[in-house]
């Protein structure tokens, strides 16, 4: 539904080109979460800001349902960002109208009549869970409820598309958890497609079907969420995990000593609940000690992680190859990955 494609901008200032964005190719599925992870600096505004032009590619295309709106005239541009949303971090809301003006004023400027704005305005406010603040001033709300009025104001126009520009930073934890929340029953509810960026994985494993991780003006990884958290490939994809307290690594710390082998096993889904280490310790008479171990849930699916060393109690080593593959047989029966660390 949205595809970028080979996407370049530079910005130049009086001291020198800064290459914000070096050949992106993105594909969005429609009535998808999609989030773009990155640190500070790595070309995330720039590139979402891409979807509705804001910002302007100095090269490639931005298709929307196959459109390439890079060649649109103004008036059909104009059109085209009707039907697509933006929700800012610093909420952006008029200070001196009311929660009500302000969600009116997208269907103001789209001509939509006077009866029609507040009808849709005081839908959407209720949607947001705001019925009881329409008349307040911005300067009266708190951050989250202030955030669910710039919500609001972004689905007035009924778009199909939700830009997020980080749309929790300015928020504390528990206002983030439900506003991500909100976004999540949006995207459900009204199967709008949302585009997201962030720096934080938690917001990404909270929300996201899909993710594509942006590093230096590049995406250096993509792929559904599951994927990409339970086997991320780039280093960048590695330490934002590790520094949201998913380290792949730590089994390091205590493998030192360990002769035997060391597997690590990724179970997701179905089955997550599955007794399956007491099934090992019997089935196959092994003995086994964890050295690091997750469990939890990305968006609605439930997993876990765990770096197990394995020993037999009548030595391993004089029939090591068997014992690897029963433990390979043993687990992908029950459709956990394998992956052996140590031999
Ligand atoms: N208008 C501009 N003029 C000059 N440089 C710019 C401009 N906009 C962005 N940049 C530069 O382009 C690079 C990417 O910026 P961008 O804002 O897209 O990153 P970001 O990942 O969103 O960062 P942050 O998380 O800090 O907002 C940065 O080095 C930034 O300084």
């Known amino acids: 539904m949205i595809k970028i494609k080979n996407i370049h ?58 459109t390439d709106i890079t060649q649109l005239k103004t008036e059909e541009l104009r059109q085209l960002r009707h039907k697509i949303g933006m929700v800012f971090q610093h909420f952006n809301l008029l200070e001196s109208r009311t929660v009500l003006d302000n969600v009116m004023f997208p269907l103001r400027v789209a001509g939509a009549p006077a009866d029609q704005r507040k009808a849709r305005a005081l839908e959407l406010l209720k949607l947001v869970g705001l019925s009881d603040h329409v008349h307040k001033y911005p300067r ?9 009025v710039g919500i609001a104001r972004a689905l007035s126009t009924e778009p199909k598309i939700l ?26 509810t009204l199967g709008i497609t949302i585009v997201l960026i962030t720096h934080s994985m938690d917001v990404v494993r909270n929300l996201c079907d899909e993710v594509a991780i942006i590093d230096g003006g590049k995406i250096v990884e993509q792929g559904d969420v599951v994927s990409v958290f339970l086997h991320p490939q780039h280093a960048t994809t590695k330490a934002l995990l590790s520094e949201s307290g998913m380290d792949m690594d730590s089994w390091k710390l205590l493998a030192g000593d360990i002769k035997g082998k060391l597997i690590r096993l990724t179970y997701h889904g179905k089955g997550a609940a599955e007794p399956l280490l007491s099934q090992l310790g019997r089935e196959l008479n092994l003995d086994f000690s964890i050295l690091q171990g997750s469990i939890g849930q990305i968006k609605e699916t439930p997993f876990g992680q765990l770096v197990i060393a394995v020993a037999h109690p009548e030595a391993l080593t004089a029939n090591l190859r068997t014992t690897e593959t029963e433990l390979r047989e043993f687990f992908e029966a029950r459709n956990v990955d394998v992956e052996v660390l140590q031999s």
């Open 140 to 148: 009266q709300l708190s951050g989250g409820q202030k955030q669910r």
């Open 163 to 188: 830009l997020c520009d980080e749309a929790t930073s300015a928020l504390d934890p528990e206002t983030t958890q439900s506003v991500l929340a909100l976004l999540n029953e949006i995207n459900k």
């Open 9 to 66: 901008k530079s910005f130049r200032t009086k001291e020198k080109v800064l290459h914000a964005l070096q050949g992106i190719d993105l594909h969005i599925k429609q009535g998808k979460v999609f989030g773009i992870i990155g640190r500070s600096g790595a070309g995330k505004s720039t590139l979402i800001r891409m979807i509705n032009l804001l910002e302007r590619p100095d090269q490639g295309e931005v298709l929307i349902d196959g």
